[in-house]
């Protein structure tokens, strides 16, 4: 049976940034995701492809997006190397420094958290510079000249918000290099794939996977680093059901789906019948997700009799909530003319405003609102519903058959297509926007007949989503445009693509699962990295905090490790 120093479960921003760092420090280390992987260029486009990509093993689909759907509630996570940055929108925000409440009690709707700002600062800085963080560079063209960019400074000046260009993890030009798209980024061959990269070439894919490697996600950099460089132990396709305590460690007991083509020739369906495979490891590292995490501690809990009331506690959404300007309008200077926002033009995000909280002297729960692109593709289904039914195709068809049948040689053709195509005047004046903040951490995880359910009263959230709701409509009528909420929101559904909670940390065995080192109250050995530890919602995009974190809890791993090689060796 294989020995490990360190296994780590799930390859997100906390799983990618612990393995990279045991492995540094000479750890042996194997990190088992469950998901494939996917170079640059391997991101399935196309109808078919698209509707494979999604993760229900029990339905033979293992794609890279898998939707939880809860009462009151959706949320959309990754299954692949790399976890959600082969997905997420590429925000590296902190979490803001005044938005570690440290003085509320965290039962009922109040959250308390065991670390702050201060302490993360130096976790923050490292985790930047490993992901090669840029902003977006409107010092430059065509970046200058975002429609969508521009029109968030114009809205946040006019409702009086802070506005800024956050870091994103994306490579838009090369060390003092003038940012172009689409040129080679340097070294960028450089990765676990040996695929080039190019930088961003402004397509609004971020979303659905970067084809052009311009995403600095995580296997291109932390998890790249620590395959290639210190031999960490990367396995695809690799599912764990269970985990066992030993005298020593933990025997982990996982499924291997043989997902990748890399890892030898299959038969014809071989990949519909798993692998059943046992580890050992001195250390447990748990980093499947704020879902995943909460299900697998759950299901295993009769083996970690230990663990304290708070599992299942603290999940929150961070906040998310989606609204659309459309049909937007410019006014200035007595005209009125339509506003070209062109939201597929552009990373997916490229600024964020801010709404204060009573934390920072404000009214309410803050939040952000980003702008939120797409693929252009998007646009052309619109439009394509937009036209069927205007008519305009109609029209075009039946100018064509008069031409047809009056003999006519006079040729109009380029300006009938044109006509019924009409300006894509829709698309073209509308933006998503994405907001995300603090709402209340009330959620509630529980296992029901084997499978994860989520009790949260949206309810106890109202006041903040009124806030964010009105914010939005007030950017929107700020654009001269209308405005939309989600319409899952009218029958009381919210959708997120951030949960957080369900593994909270606090000052003690009562208050959470793990301290703030991410290690499991009553459970030697046992650590956790993912955003189910955090008590509340960052705010912000939570990605950065979550690295942060394990970048921290990676160095009491390490020291812990390092103990117990000093300890056998005296006992020898």
């Known amino acids: 049976m294989e020995i490990f120093d360190a296994v780590v479960i799930g390859s997100g921003f906390g799983g990618s940034v612990v393995t990279a760092r045991l ?20 991101f399935p486009r196309g109808p078919h492809a698209t509707a494979s990509n999604f993760w229900a093993p029990d339905h033979g689909l293992y794609g890279m997006f898998d939707v939880w759907s809860f009462s009151e509630l959706d949320a959309v996570v990754c299954s692949g190397l790399g976890g959600g940055s082969l997905i997420y929108a590429n925000v590296l925000l902190r979490k803001p420094e005044n938005w570690f409440p440290q003085g509320d009690a965290p039962e009922g709707s109040g959250e308390h958290w065991p670390i702050g700002y201060k302490e993360l600062v130096g976790h923050y800085e490292k985790v930047e510079r490993t992901m090669g963080v840029q902003r977006y560079p409107t010092d430059h063209e065509p970046y200058r000249s975002t429609p969508k960019t521009l029109a968030m400074q114009e809205a946040a000046r006019r409702l009086g918000l802070d506005w800024e260009l956050p870091h994103l993890a994306v490579t838009f030009g090369n060390p003092g290099e003038t940012p172009v798209p689409g040129v080679p980024v340097a070294g960028g061959a450089e990765n676990r794939y040996g695929v080039p990269r190019y930088t961003c070439r402004l397509v609004g894919e971020c979303d659905i ?51 990748d083509p890399a890892e030898g020739d299959r038969a014809e369906g071989e990949r519909d019948t798993p692998v059943p495979h046992v580890v050992r490891a ?54 009125d003319t339509p506003r070209l926002l062109h939201p597929s033009f552009g990373p997916v995000i490229t600024s964020a405003m801010r709404s204060p909280d009573r934390l920072d002297g404000g009214t309410g729960r803050g939040f952000f609102i980003e702008d939120a692109g797409y693929p252009d593709f998007i646009n052309w289904l619109v439009e394509q519903n937009a036209l ?59 296992l029901r007949d084997g499978y994860l359910d989520l009790d949260w009263d949206t309810a106890a959230s109202d006041a903040y989503l009124h806030r964010m709701n009105g914010t939005m409509r007030a950017l929107s009528s700020a654009l001269g445009g209308c405005y939309a909420s989600d319409p899952l929101s ?55 905090t979550i690295a942060a974190l394990a970048d921290r809890a990676a160095d009491a791993v390490i020291d812990d490790l390092d103990a117990g090689k000093r300890r056998s060796r005296t006992r020898r």
């Not at 230990?306 to 961070?318: I, V």
């Open 282 to 335: 001195h250390r447990l590292i748990l980093a499947a997700g704020a879902l995943g995490t909460p299900y697998l501690l759950l299901r295993n809990r009769s083996q970690l009799p230990d663990l304290g009331p708070a599992l299942g506690t603290r999940f929150s959404g961070n906040g998310d909530f989606l609204g659309f300007v459309f049909k937007a309008r410019d006014r200035h200077g007595g005209q």
């Open 388 to 446: 069927t039914a205007s008519g305009h195709v109609l029209r075009f068809l039946l100018r064509r058959g008069w031409s047809r049948l009056s003999h006519s040689p006079r040729s109009e053709v380029g300006r009938q297509l044109s006509g019924a195509l009409s300006k894509g005047l829709f698309t073209a004046t509308s933006l998503p926007l994405l907001g995300m903040g603090r709402d209340m951490p009330t959620g509630r995880m529980r």
């Open 490 to 544: 009218y029958l009381n559904r919210l959708i997120t693509v951030h949960p957080l909670g369900g593994a909270p940390m606090g000052r003690n065995r009562q208050e959470g699962v793990v301290d703030s080192y991410g290690r499991v109250y009553g459970c030697p050995g046992l650590s956790i990295v993912d955003g189910s530890i955090m008590p509340g919602p960052v705010g912000a995009n939570p990605s950065l």
């Open 209 to 259: 996977g970067c084809n052009f490697g311009s995403k600095n996600t995580l296997d291109l950099t932390y998890l790249s680093t620590a395959e290639m460089k210190h031999g960490a132990v990367l396995r695809t396709g690799c599912e764990v059901k269970s985990f066992t305590p030993t005298s020593d460690g933990f025997l982990i007991s996982y499924l291997d789906r043989r997902l």
């Open 23 to 42: 492995a540094e420090a000479h750890q042996r280390v194997c990190l088992l995701e469950r998901g494939r992987a996917y170079a640059p260029g391997t």
